[in-house]
């Protein structure tokens, strides 16, 4: 009965809704996750309840169903992403210390991107919305140096090779242009490191801005930057049932 109830040590984490198993296999490699006070190897398995697990000396425990917390950030250019930065730099950890326990990113964006970001301390959905075979739609607001020609445009809504990889078409639309910028929305269907700018670095346009200002249905509305809000009922319904 006990080994049906074990679990990766990595999996764990990321069901506590700390990081990413990704994050979390580095994190064990870099000897920051204990189980029972000793390092532990990738793949160790663990009892839930029995075996003490602890990250940077702080027990890491499943938060109770009925406590889970979901929230959407307006994240401003010049944080990072993460908990905490060994660089020194803004997190969006300092932007949410009032929500009252511990929330996590699902997803990144980039330290000069700004818009929604969701956080939650429910581990299965951080997951499940991280998953690279989630393909939920993002919306992103893009202002370019300059005036875009059509050319450009039809490239932006076509499959693109971005680090060895042929990404999924996009959607891209103009939504407003002058002589020294062009405002674009475009749309993803997946999360690709630093996919937008790296679209329009390679058709040498300049970005300017870049701002996320939906995810599915979830928009970030009139959410001032730096402050969050708790999504609704419906909205996390959404986002669990959102195939």
Same mark, same amino acid.
């Given at each position: ?32 996750? @204990? /189980?029972? *006070?000793?390092?532990? $190897? #990738?793949?160790?398995?663990? !009892?839930p309840g029995i075996d003490r697990v602890e990250y940077l000396g702080k027990p890491v ?6 406590h889970h917390v979901y929230i959407m950030l307006n994240k401003p250019r010049g944080y ?22 511990r929330v996590y990113p699902c997803g990144r964006l980039d330290l000069e991107s700004e ?27 893009? @202002? /370019?140096? *300059?005036?875009?020609? $059509? #050319?450009?445009?039809?490239? !932006? ?87």
């Amino acid at each position: 009965m006990e080994e049906q109830n074990q679990v990766r040590i990595q999996k764990y984490v990321a069901d506590c809704g700390l990081m990413s198993r990704r994050k979390a296999e580095e994190e064990i490699a870099a000897g920051r996750i @204990k /189980v029972n *006070g000793e390092r532990v $190897e #990738q793949g160790r398995k663990i !009892l839930p309840g029995i075996d003490r697990v602890e990250y940077l000396g702080k027990p890491v425990e499943r938060p109770d169903s009925r406590h889970h917390v979901y929230i959407m950030l307006n994240k401003p250019r010049g944080y990072v992403t993460t908990m905490s930065d060994e660089r020194g730099r803004k997190c969006v950890a300092s932007l949410v210390e009032d929500v009252g326990c511990r929330v996590y990113p699902c997803g990144r964006l980039d330290l000069e991107s700004e818009g929604l970001l969701l956080m939650t301390n429910d581990g299965e959905l951080a997951n499940k919305l991280m998953h690279p075979s989630h393909h939920i739609p993002k919306l992103y607001t893009v @202002k /370019v140096k *300059g005036k875009i020609t $059509e #050319q450009q445009l039809l490239k !932006l809504n076509r499959p693109m090779v971005i680090d060895g990889y042929e990404t999924q078409p996009a959607i891209a639309k103009i939504l407003s242009m002058k002589e020294e910028s062009t405002s674009i929305g475009i749309t993803l269907f997946e999360g690709r490191n630093r996919q937008i700018r790296k679209m329009c670095e390679q058709l040498e346009l300049t970005v300017l801005n870049l701002r996320r200002v939906a995810i599915g249905a979830i928009t970030l509305g009139n959410l001032k930057a730096g402050c969050w809000k708790r999504l609704t009922r419906a909205q996390v319904d959404y986002l669990k049932n959102y195939k």
